[in-house]
Structure formats: structure tokens, C-alpha cells
């Protein structure tokens, strides 16, 4: 999952004035570009009063708690406004257009629906607040100020005019190429995204559903994401974006045996590798790290990490506790 729209940051950011103590009915979501903040106020203030206790909202947020609903949404309108001016300015210029449909299914996706804490396999939210509901409208040629203001397939270039994206075997300056081609650094010129086995140095070398897997030895090459049940050394791997951790000696998540920090198997010094341990000289016995350390006629006895991850790192379903308080309240601070 990729990250969300400006509706998660303003469900966050607006909740810094207020929160309401007094209860209302379940909100009507219905967007329009001149309710926008009030509607996101709603969900805002419906979500602290059922979710967050007084208590966790002034530690987590340093707040005043308002008495009144009314209170509330007033404070997480002015802060919504005052946090997406420019977009608003853009569409009070026509440069923008609001997808009322795609912001109403956003925004109910965000509104407690059942319990304040659930178990999903599937976050709401990650699936319709995906795609921004803001939409340029300016063509190649128009002025600019904001990358936002352009059509899909262009944006605000330096000279603040709306450009077509550069095309395949076309310079790339900022690094920025047409949808399914990436900037190759080697002669900075957009190039076709890569299929399996394809040499690569970033995730967007490869085409859509690869990744770039580093190796060993040799080079990076793009890769298909792992099924479940099949051995993974991080999430970035899976299809379902969980990597199941195994567990170090000291409790912490591990996928392999170098994310575990240890302990010298003698000395019970602190260490992330064997080189962090310390020995004897062989006849001397006195301290040492390498054989430089001792007499010409001896070498150096190293300590070793005592360092294991215990568990198999496999690819499993990506279940997760969801916290209708802290995740669509909180989800950035």
C-alpha cells in the first residue's frame, strides 16, 4: 500500500484545536467544493468524540478540549482551511476540479463504522483514499504554479508552465518521465520500465507488480513479489506486504540473523557483529581485536556474537488492528 491523499493529513492536522465532548448523530458525507472542510470536520469530530479519550487527545496532540461540538468542527474547519489554501485557491480559480464522488467515498472510509478497534485484513482507508480526488485541468502550455494544476500526463516544469512528461529515449531533467518509464541516471534519459530479471537500482526501474531485489553478489535485478507461505526477508517482498518476523533473544522482530543485535560470547560485551568482539593474544592472554595486537609469534583469539533470528520469515495474509482514534486521527503526527 502506497500512502494516502490530503484527506488523512487534514483528519490529523485539523484535530489540533479541539476535540468534542458531546455527542452526535453518525455524519452525511456528501462533498461538494464549497462544504469540503466542513464535511471533513464532521468526520473529524464524530471519530475524537466516539474513539479518544480527553486524556489521550491532550497528550498525543497538546491541546484545549472544546465543550461543544460546534466547538470542534469550527476549530477543524479553519485548520482544514488554512492547511489546503492552495488548493483551494486553485479551485476557487478553476485550475482544479474536486471529484465529489471519490472524496464522499474517502472520507466515509475514514468514518467509524462498528468498533473503535478492529482486526482487518484490508485498511479502508488504504483502498479509497488511493487515488486523489483533486484533478488538474490545465493543459501543456497553460501557466502553472503547482504540479496539481496540470492535466494527468503533465506537469508544472521550472518556467511554471504545464509540460508534457518526457517520453521514451527524452532527457529527463528533475528525474521526472512518462508514466511506465524511469530517468537512467547513466545519460539522464527516460527509459522503458524493466521486466523480470531486468538490472535495476530503484523499484521504479521495474514495471508495475516487480520489485528491486539487491543480491549478494552481482547486480540488483527486478523481481516478482513472493507468494504466501514462501520465505522473505522483509515486507517489501510480499504480495501482501507482510513479511510474518521471526523473533531475536531480546524480543525484537528479526528476518534474518544480522538484524538481531548480540552479545560476545564471553565477554557479554554488547555487539551487531563479530567484529565488535574483542579476544586474547594466544601465549600472552593479553586483550586484543586483531593478531596485530599481539607478539609477532602469536595470533589473536576472537570473541564471536552470540546473535541468531529465531522463527522462518514467510509471506503471510496481512492482518492488522486498526484504531479509529489514533489511525485516521493520528496517522502522521
Given amino acids: ?45 464524530y471519530n475524537m468524540w466516539h474513539c479518544c479519550t480527553g486524556a489521550q487527545i491532550e497528550n498525543m496532540l497538546g491541546i484545549t478540549i472544546s465543550v461543544e461540538p460546534a466547538e470542534c468542527k469550527r476549530d477543524v474547519q479553519l485548520l482544514c482551511e488554512d ?4 488548493l483551494l485557491w486553485a479551485a476557487d480559480r478553476g485550475s482544479v476540479q474536486l471529484t465529489e464522488s471519490t472524496a464522499d467515498a474517502c ?46 500526463g503533465t506537469y508544472c516544469a521550472a518556467d511554471r508552465k504545464c509540460r508534457d512528461y518526457p517520453q521514451e529515449g527524452e532527457d529527463c531533467p528533475g528525474y521526472v518521465c512518462a508514466p511506465n518509464l524511469f530517468c537512467n541516471p547513466v545519460d539522464d534519459r527516460c527509459e522503458a520500465q524493466g521486466t523480470e530479471g531486468f538490472v535495476c537500482q530503484a523499484n521504479d526501474w521495474c514495471v508495475e507488480d516487480l520489485y528491486c531485489q539487491s543480491a549478494d553478489e552481482g547486480p540488483s535485478t527486478c523481481t516478482s513479489y513472493k507468494a504466501l507461505g514462501v520465505d522473505c526477508q522483509g515486507h517489501y517482498q510480499c504480495e501482501s506486504d507482510f513479511c510474518l518476523p521471526g523473533l ?66 514467510v509471506c503471510a495474509e496481512n492482518w492488522t488492528v486498526i484504531d479509529y482514534c489514533t489511525d485516521t486521527l493520528g496517522m502522521l503526527l
Fill in 83 to 86: 492547511s489546503e489554501a492552495t
Fill in 107 to 152: 472520507l466515509l472510509s475514514m468514518l467509524l463504522d462498528g468498533d473503535c478497534f478492529q482486526h482487518v485484513d484490508d485498511v479502508p482507508w488504504q483502498h479509497w483514499c488511493k487515488d486523489s480526488y483533486w484533478r488538474g485541468v490545465l493543459t501543456s502550455g497553460q501557466d502553472c504554479l503547482y504540479n496539481f494544476e496540470c492535466q494527468e
Fill in 1 to 45: 500500500m502506497k500512502f494516502f491523499n490530503t484527506l488523512s493529513t487534514l483528519l490529523i492536522l485539523g484535530t489540533g484545536f479541539s476535540a468534542c465532548l458531546a455527542e452526535e448523530g453518525t455524519p452525511t458525507v456528501s462533498v461538494s467544493l464549497d462544504n469540503y472542510c466542513k464535511e471533513v470536520a464532521d468526520v473529524a469530530c
Fill in 248 to 313: 531475536c533473544s531480546n524480543g525484537t522482530q528479526c528476518f534474518e540473523d544480522s538484524d538481531c543485535s548480540g552479545t560476545c560470547s564471553r565477554s557479554g560485551d554488547y555487539c551487531g557483529s563479530d567484529y565488535d568482539c574483542a579476544g586474547e593474544c594466544q601465549n600472552s592472554g593479553y586483550y586484543c581485536q586483531s593478531d596485530m595486537d599481539c607478539d609477532a609469534d602469536e595470533i589473536c583469539l576472537t570473541d564471536f556474537c552470540d546473535q541468531k533470528c529465531q522463527g522462518e520469515s
